[in-house]
């Protein structure tokens, strides 16, 4: 009898070009198989978040069309655009994107002024899972991010490195808030901010995704954190991959093995 693999999903990376990293595909290939990782779902870069859209989803898509399976694409498009941001997401869906990645900081709104509504419709129509970055004051952080969740309840919300570094005393009241939002690991230390939410009656390992935040974190000290915190090994898959597994819809037979 052959016992199911559980997938470990990096739930989120930016690849490209930044303002002061790089991360470019091989690179990223490398580190998961390094630290164990059979998928990662990946952003572009941070100028194609905020304008360059169609380059953005183009490098993400593409990526993941050539990597067997391994990469998954969030799309992007600035709510600015209007109309033209929904057809954008579109565009990205036919092309294989299978999530939205919001970057209010970035892109320049509010999260509650309205403006991306019409984006996180689209997610919901389509079941994608929502990264929203949050930490960055005065309105992209967890609580909003939450208020932001509970308006859209049937969409399932990562908050993006759960509010880092000033704002993690937010998370875990930002996650009772929202039935629907899941915390992300980046950053945070097991023996407080994830010992924390797991031990929290509302929240538990089943509400936080595994993330490195590739190129600004390092792949190994994320994982590493992960496989040192002393949960047992139900929570741990739950953390590591199970859950953004359950939230993109990958099928059993996606998981490989890459170890």
Do not use: K
């Amino acid at each position: 009898m052959t016992t199911a693999h559980t997938p470990v999903v990096d739930a989120h990376v930016r690849i490209g070009r930044h303002r002061e990293c790089e991360l470019t595909v091989d690179a990223l290939v490398a580190a998961m198989d390094r630290i164990g990782v059979d998928h990662a779902v990946i952003a572009p870069s941070e100028a194609q978040i905020a304008y360059d859209n169609r380059a953005g989803n183009t490098a993400t898509t593409a990526a993941a069309a050539a990597s067997g399976g391994r990469l998954i694409a969030y799309a992007v498009a600035t709510p600015w655009r209007g109309s033209a941001a929904r057809d954008e997401l579109a565009w990205a869906r036919d092309h294989g994107a299978r999530a939205l990645a919001v970057d209010s900081a970035l892109q320049g709104f509010d999260l509650l002024d309205g403006l991306v509504d019409p984006l996180l419709r689209f997610a919901a129509d389509h079941r994608w899972p929502v990264y929203v970055r949050t930490g960055t004051p005065p309105g992209h952080l967890p609580l909003p991010a939450a208020a932001l969740a509970r308006r859209h309840p049937d969409v399932a919300f990562v908050m993006g490195r759960s509010g880092a570094t000033d704002f993690w005393i937010d998370a875990a009241p930002a996650l009772r808030y929202a039935p629907n939002l899941y915390g992300d690991t980046a950053y945070a230390p097991w023996d407080t901010v994830l010992t924390g939410f797991a031990t929290d009656p509302e929240i538990g390992t089943s509400r936080l995704v595994f993330s490195t935040d590739l190129p600004y974190a390092t792949a190994g000290g994320e994982m590493r954190r992960i496989r040192d915190w002393p949960i047992r090994p139900e929570q741990r898959a739950e953390v590591l991959g199970s859950t953004m597994a359950r939230l993109l819809g990958l099928s059993a037979d996606a998981h490989g093995t890459h170890r």
